[in-house]
Nanobody, 124 residues
Framework: QVQLVESGGGLVQAGGSLRLSCVVS????????MGWFRQAPGKDREFVAV????????YYAESVKGRFLISRDNAKNTVILQMNSLTPEDTALYYC?????????????????WGQGTQVTVSS
């Protein structure tokens, strides 16, 4: 079993920053890739960013490129999403997800493990 616990969400004004964390426990070696997704009320779950545990590139949704940065701390089994220049359109429930597959994916159905989510609200 793999457990993912997100933290760091909250209320922030437009233009502000938040730092989300995802701590992975259990069979941590089961996931090759870690992603962040978000879901706003009435909308589909949306890809935000993905990174591999073994290094290599990170990939971002166009809507967050240049503003968000995903990183990982292998020693702490933690994935970080640094979010800058936030806008009200970034308001959503943010999920951390783990993928066992051998390649990157932006499809939420391709992920095997999910956290409970952390709420991010950006006021205008």
């Amino acid at each position: 079993q793999v457990q993912l616990v997100e933290s760091g969400g909250g209320l922030v004004q437009a233009g502000g920053s938040l730092r989300l964390s995802c701590v992975v426990s259990g069979r941590t070696f089961s996931s090759n890739f870690m992603g962040w997704f978000r879901q706003a009320p009435g909308k589909d779950r949306e890809f935000v960013a993905v990174i591999s545990w073994s290094g290599g590139r990170a990939y971002y949704a166009e809507s967050v490129k240049g503003r968000f940065l995903i990183s990982r701390d292998n020693a702490k089994n933690t994935v970080i999403l640094q979010m800058n220049s936030l806008t009200p359109e970034d308001t959503a429930l943010y999920y951390c997800a783990g993928r066992r597959g051998a390649d990157y994916s932006s499809r939420w159905l391709a992920y095997d493990y999910w956290g409970q989510g952390t709420q991010v609200t950006v006021s205008s």
